[in-house]
């Protein structure tokens, strides 16, 4: 990291150009030139921030993509250029952005506390402030991603044998580039950085339409990322941000579906759902909270309180959060109440379905009907009786987020039963749920979890920015 005040100097491209006009792209009369002043620029902008707090590296002034349509046309442009570039290249793309959010740390943070300052103002919920704050760990926790999905193997132009042969021809199945995505979130600044890993990655433009809770940390993350993408001479245009105070609409952008090949939702249910009603493109919808639980009777109290609690422990979004339980009626009320004791003990809040809430006042609160079909994103877990796993099964189906549902149990039977019946994207048996971005094991980076079945369901990774192509290659003989 660069010592209080040094200045980082460059030479760049414009915002919306390819580098070496390699990919087009609409001329601007902004650079990313010369580093100095994007987190100055902000901070005027936001009279209240103490003035005399020292800065430790200092960025541009970053102007975005103007409108939607340019931002479009350009990324997908670039896309072009993109899927014919070499994997190394790709790979050392990833790693120079990891290298400049190192690089532009404490210029990232200082952007981040504008965001939250501001965002404390203006009564944002605490959720979303909780989902805002790049607290350092965060941030060094992203540059490690980074560096990792730089470090994976090129998932692109992987051989693969096709389904079919034709007569006189050799056909083959080839992994290539979706083309043009857009990710739009709330909060959680960093995760347009591990998106745009995973895109580049896999040869694809990222367009990034972030909150405006999050403007100022949005901007200074893309601007770095621009600025690495630029020195290792990849198409600058190939990543895009659209700030929301700009004026334009999430309709705007997700109806571009001549350009668009896919659009990833990220937040609240409320927003997943309003990109769902408003895209012509295809959409990835992601999935949050609302994950079951179903307690067997030769379930493990100690086991099914520790699966509850460690789904709960991923940072920042509970993404795989057990948040229903749903308890099998031979279950003793002693074990009922001493893992609710455990839970509220660890800060939870309570509550349950008529039965549970009658004959237990003193721990439980009424669950709303509603309740059981939202998440709450929040230390809150329901609970409720069933007779058997087959209504478990029954209920889990009707009313989870269907992502990532859980069994406790000692039952062999139980076990296969629930993994065939349970219509989700992941089943965990005597498992938790717990998300990870960048797990310790295995050759993956995640950046969330999709419940849809119309693309591809489960954790999104690199093979989720990808589709086939079929070649098929003849002798000239029919």
């Known amino acids: 990291m660069a010592a209080s005040g040094a200045v980082l100097t460059r030479t ?3 915002c919306l150009g390819a580098p070496g006009g390699a990919a087009g792209g609409t001329t601007s009369n902004y650079g990313l030139a010369s580093l100095p002043t994007l987190v100055d620029t902000l901070r005027s902008s936001y009279t209240e921030f103490p003035a005399s707090r020292p800065l430790s590296m200092k960025i541009d002034t970053y102007s975005p993509a103007p409108d ?4 479009v046309r350009s990324a997908y442009r670039a896309s072009l250029a993109l899927a014919t570039t070499k994997g190394i290249d790709r790979s050392r793309g990833v790693q120079a952005m990891s ?3 190192r690089e532009y740390f404490d210029a990232i943070l200082e952007a981040n506390t504008l965001d939250l300052e501001a965002s404390r103002e203006m009564a944002v919920p605490d959720l979303i402030l909780e989902w805002l704050k790049l607290t350092p760990e965060r941030l060094q926790n992203t540059i490690q991603i980074l560096q ?8 692109l132009r992987r051989v693969m044998n096709a389904s079919y042969q034709l007569d006189h021809a050799q056909t083959y199945s080839q992994m290539m580039p979706l083309g043009t995505i857009a990710f739009i979130h709330e909060a959680f600044p960093e995760l347009g950085a591990i998106a745009a890993g995973l895109c580049l990655k896999t040869g694809n433009s990222l367009i990034l339409r972030g909150g405006s809770e999050a403007s100022h940390s949005n901007a200074a993350i893309a601007q770095a990322l621009q600025n690495a993408l630029d020195e290792t001479g990849l198409p600058v245009a190939s990543l895009q941000l659209l700030p929301s105070e700009q004026g334009s609409s999430i309709r705007d952008l997700v109806t571009q579906d001549k350009y668009l090949n ?6 609240r249910p409320s927003l997943v759902q309003q990109v769902m009603q408003q895209s012509t493109a295809p959409v990835l919808k992601s999935a949050m909270g609302n994950c079951y639980l179903y307690w067997s009777p030769t379930g493990s109290l100690d086991l099914t309180r520790l699966v509850i609690l460690d789904s709960h422990a991923s940072e920042p979004d509970p993404v795989n959060a057990i948040e229903k339980v749903l308890i099998n009626r031979n279950q003793k009320p002693s074990s009922l109440v001493m893992l609710w004791n455990s839970l509220q003990e660890k800060g939870f809040q309570l509550r349950g379905d008529t039965q549970l809430v009658t004959a237990f006042p003193d721990q439980l609160t009424l669950a709303a009907e509603l309740e059981w079909s939202q998440a709450y994103l929040k230390k809150v877990v329901a609970f409720k009786l069933v007779e058997t796993i087959e209504v478990a099964i029954s209920w889990i189906n009707q009313y989870s987020s269907g992502h990532a549902d859980c069994l406790v149990t000692e039952s062999y039977q139980e076990s296969r039963q629930f993994a065939l019946g349970i219509d989700s994207a992941s089943i965990y048996i ?3 749920p717990r998300f990870s971005r960048n797990p310790q094991r295995g050759d993956a980076v995640f950046l969330g979890m999709s419940n849809q079945k119309g693309h591809r369901r ?3 990774g690199l093979e989720t920015l990808t589709t086939v192509k079929q070649i098929i290659q003849g002798n000239a003989q029919f």
């Open 12 to 14: 760049t491209h414009n």
């Open 68 to 71: 939607p349509i340019t931002a």
């Open 99 to 101: 290298k400049a959010l």
């Open 148 to 155: 990792r999905i730089g470090e994976l193997s090129d998932p």
């Open 262 to 267: 896919l659009v990833i939702p990220y937040g």
């Open 430 to 432: 005597n498992s938790s």
């Open 458 to 460: 489960g954790a999104i």
